[in-house]
């Protein structure tokens, strides 16, 4: 039943175009929308709060579903069949702006820590410790080279 609700909620929202195109006119008149909401919790019989955080998780499943799909690279095997989200919102493509983020870390902090606690720990502790802090270093540096 929850995911022929998801359904009926997201065939309704597809009605009014300006609850999810920026573009509309009436996207930005908070009573147009209000109201918008009203009418498709009312044709539901569902409380307007519960419709909106559906249709959001909908909107959101989408979104990770075609970042998914997006940074599968060219050559790789086939990773399963679609997700039924993207076929169930498809119409959504053009109204959704994917973006992408950018790192804020900077490596160059991180590989001095690393430097400077391992200098630290060649001082004062014994090797056994040193050589587990140099397995988990490496570690957390293969993982940030991975990401």
């Not at 175009?17 to 909401?37: A, F, T, V």
């Not at 559906?54 to 599968?72: E, G, I």
Request: proline fraction near 3%; charge should be positive.
């Amino acid at each position: 039943m929850a995911q022929n609700l998801e359904e009926q909620i997201c065939e309704l929202v597809r009605g009014y175009i300006h609850l999810y195109d920026s573009s509309m006119p009436g996207h930005r008149d908070k009573q147009h929308c209000r109201n918008s909401w009203e009418e498709i919790a009312a044709a539901l019989g569902l409380p307007v709060k519960t419709v909106q955080n559906k249709w959001t998780l909908a909107r959101d499943r989408y979104v990770r579903a075609h970042n998914k799909a997006a940074s599968k690279k060219s050559g790789h095997a086939a990773g399963g069949p679609e997700h039924p989200v993207l076929q169930r919102l498809a119409w959504l493509k053009g109204h959704v702006r994917h973006r992408n983020t950018v790192s804020n870390f900077d490596v160059s902090v991180f590989y001095s820590f690393i430097h400077y606690t391992f200098f630290i720990l060649s001082q004062h502790c014994s090797p056994y410790i040193i050589g587990f802090t140099l397995f988990l270093q490496i570690t957390v540096i293969r993982a940030v080279k991975v990401n």
